[in-house]
């Protein structure tokens, strides 16, 4: 319990070391570039019309026949992969890449696996606007389970700081993670049914899916989105129980290995 | 005001490398080297059992010769190492100068950076709002303020780092070789700065390769030689000793 109010009592003090991190990367990712922040509200949406055009227009028996409001049902499920994907991988390398500040100053090391996370959640929330914008555009109701969607979202990002943890402290010691991670983020995506309805899929392939934590939290948010229902009590357990469990893995194998991080980097 | 306890102690510190060489930056070489049954690490050790007191108010110099060990003594005592064996123990707060420009962005301008900079080393905005001014006058570069740190020189990126670590009255101020990329002018500045922290009663650390300087401005000094500490003790007798050797 001490430890623990000392680890908040040093994650308090740096506050403002991470809002001035997570800006840095604001300021980096869109200087230079004429439209700036806007990109990350066009970037989904450009995205999401590639793909609807794709398994809208193209392949549209590939998607599973009853989805209500395609469009929306892709961009949920891409914002939340896209947000697991891009926090994660930041997060991966972002003890590596400021191996130059460690190695001279004192600064607790989780802090960067946490700012990229919430870098990439700050970018998620941006994307929402695309979200709305799709929704006004295409006149879809709003559902009084919309603040449900919060559930999902949150424990998304307490999983993904957990998983970023780990790979952070792996990369470290091999680099060949990050390709593998970047191979495996890939074969995740077409098993999270970002792009098709999963109960047309076959039984085996439905029962994989159940094990991929990124589907209930894309299927958790697109119940409180677009269903309008509330969440399942699976959904709530299983959300909230991987969260917890990726994060503490995630703390207890950063911390014990935080100490040997200089020495390789 | 003066009492007993030796602000830093360092006690029976080793700190143990493992050599670049050895290190296995892929899985294949893990494996490799795995089945090779030769996963020992080469091991090199930077410091071997040093153990040092600095009191309130020193003025502590080190000396040695290159790869000595020096930073490396810097870096634990200011808790970036974690010694592979043995304690270090600190009371109060560090402003560390290791290697200036640790915690600068390249890409960021220098105002950016002064923020950046600022909450590595654990200072409020409000409280860097307050001081910018100072910090920018200290560094006399308000005419770059706006231009990203990547166009600086060497020199202009020492001056903005020393300024910013000198904008508090820290219990402890490391410092490695920073006042040798500076103008004399600027070295000047910084002479000052640091008698009057120690006027205020700031304990220094300072490694330097001008035997001179040491002589000039610290009370003790410790020579390593090595990862061990050959001497210790009144500057004079340490510096002495040490001119001897190396003549
Ligand atoms: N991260 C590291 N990994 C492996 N070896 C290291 C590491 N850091 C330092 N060393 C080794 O430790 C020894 C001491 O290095 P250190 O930087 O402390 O020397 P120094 O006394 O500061 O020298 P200089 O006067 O050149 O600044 C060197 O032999 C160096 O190769
Ligand atoms: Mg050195």
């Known amino acids: 319990m001490a430890t623990l109010k000392c680890y908040f009592n040093g994650f308090w003090r740096y506050r403002y070391l991470l809002y001035n991190l997570i800006s840095r990367d604001f300021k980096l990712k869109y200087r230079r570039s004429v439209l700036g922040v806007a990109w990350s509200v066009l970037n989904p949406l450009l995205m999401m019309l590639v793909m609807w055009a794709v398994f809208g227009g193209l392949f549209p ?93 949150l424990t998304l990002f307490v999983f993904s700081l957990g998983v970023g943890l780990v790979l952070a402290t792996m990369t470290v010691f091999f680099r060949d993670v990050m390709h593998m991670w970047e191979v495996f983020t890939t074969a995740l995506m077409y098993f999270s049914a970002i792009f098709y309805d999963p109960e047309m899929m076959s039984g085996w392939v439905q029962q994989f899916i159940k094990f991929n934590p990124i589907y209930w939290y894309i299927t958790g948010f697109r119940r409180a989105v677009i269903n309008g229902e509330g969440l399942s009590l699976s959904m709530i357990l299983v959300c909230g129980g991987c969260a917890v469990a990726a994060l503490a893995f995630g703390l207890f194998v950063f911390k014990k290995n935080q100490d040997k991080f200089v020495l390789y980097l | ?34 089945a090779k049954g030769r996963l020992q690490f080469d091991e090199f050790y930077a410091l071997r059992d040093v153990s040092l007191k600095v009191m309130p108010g020193d003025f502590y110099g080190l000396i040695g010769l290159n790869g000595s060990g020096k930073s490396t003594l810097l870096k634990v005592i200011s808790g970036v190492y974690k010694p592979s064996s043995g304690t270090c123990r600190v009371g109060g707060t560090i402003a560390p100068l290791i290697e200036l420009g640790a915690g ?26 307050s001081k910018f001014e100072e910090i920018v006058e200290f560094s006399e570069l308000r005419d770059f303020l706006d231009v990203p740190l990547k166009n600086y020189s060497s020199g202009m990126v020492a001056r903005i780092a020393f300024a910013i670590a000198t904008i508090t009255k820290p219990d402890i101020l490391i410092a490695d070789e920073i006042l040798s990329v500076g103008d004399f002018l600027f070295q000047q500045k910084c002479e000052a700065r640091m008698q009057r922290l120690m006027s205020g009663g700031t304990t220094v650390l300072l490694v330097s390769h001008s035997i001179e300087q040491i002589e000039r401005m610290c009370n003790k000094v410790a020579w390593i030689e090595k990862g061990r500490v050959k001497m210790d003790g009144p500057a004079a007798e340490v510096c002495a000793a040490y001119k001897q050797t190396t003549k």
């Open chain 1, 61 to 153: 028996d590939l998607r599973g026949g009853d989805i209500v409001n395609y469009p929306i049902f892709l961009l949920c499920g891409q914002l939340l992969f896209n947000f697991f994907r891009e926090s994660t991988t930041l997060a991966m390398s972002s003890v590596l890449y400021n191996a130059p500040l460690l190695r001279k100053v004192y600064i607790p090391k989780y802090i960067f696996p946490l700012e990229k996370t919430c870098f990439g959640f700050v970018n998620c929330c941006f994307s929402f606007i695309a979200l709305v914008l799709v929704m006004l555009f295409t006149l879809s109701p709003v559902h009084l389970t919309l603040p449900l969607a919060i559930y999902p979202l």
């Open chain 2, 1 to 34: 005001m003066e009492n007993n306890q030796p602000i830093i102690s360092v006690d029976h510190v080793s700190m143990r490398f493992n050599l670049s060489k050895e290190k296995h930056e892929s899985l294949k070489e893990y494996f490799l080297a795995l």
């Open chain 2, 104 to 129: 600068f962005d390249m890409d960021l301008t220098a105002r950016e950076n002064i923020y950046l900079n600022g909450t590595v080393l654990g200072f409020t905005p409000k409280y860097i709002d």
